[in-house]
């Protein structure tokens, strides 16, 4: 199975912003809807964005909304979450993972193809 690839994590201070990437190697996802994923030490893996296979409709976490964005590039089967304004309570290992379905939905459960993950982590 053909395993994402995330980058772009790192240590950065509350306020601000981060860009994350994820590229899929050997294999285009353009017909899915991808999404991105975040699990914190100690607690379940949680959704934080999905973005449907065109590009033209995003979803985000209530947690996330207003400060994350999530986009695609087909040409470059590349998809990005670009985070401003990041929160201490936004630390987690960041992964992004293709939906299993032509529809999005927000339940890991529903994604396959993960990435080894990428840390961001923020400090106060």
């Known amino acids: 199975q053909v395993r994402l690839v995330e980058s772009g994590g790192g240590l950065v201070q509350a306020g601000g912003s981060l860009r994350l990437s994820c590229a899929a190697p050997?294999?285009?996802?353009?017909?899915?809807?991808m999404g991105w994923f975040r699990q914190a030490p100690g607690k379940e893996r949680e959704f934080v964005a999905t973005?449907?296979?065109?590009?033209?409709?995003?979803a985000y976490a209530d947690s996330v909304k207003g400060r994350f964005t999530i986009s695609r590039d087909k040409a470059k089967n590349m998809m990005y979450l670009q985070m401003n304004s990041l929160k201490p309570e936004d630390t987690a290992v960041y992964y992004c993972?293709?939906?299993?379905?032509?529809?999005?939905?927000?339940?890991?459960?529903?994604?396959?193809?993960w990435g080894q993950g990428t840390q961001v982590t923020v400090s106060s």
């Open positions: 993972a293709a939906s299993l379905t032509t529809f999005a939905t927000t339940s890991p459960s529903n994604f396959g193809s």
């Open positions: 973005i449907s296979w065109n590009g033209g409709s995003t």
């Open positions: 050997g294999r285009t996802f353009s017909s899915f809807p």
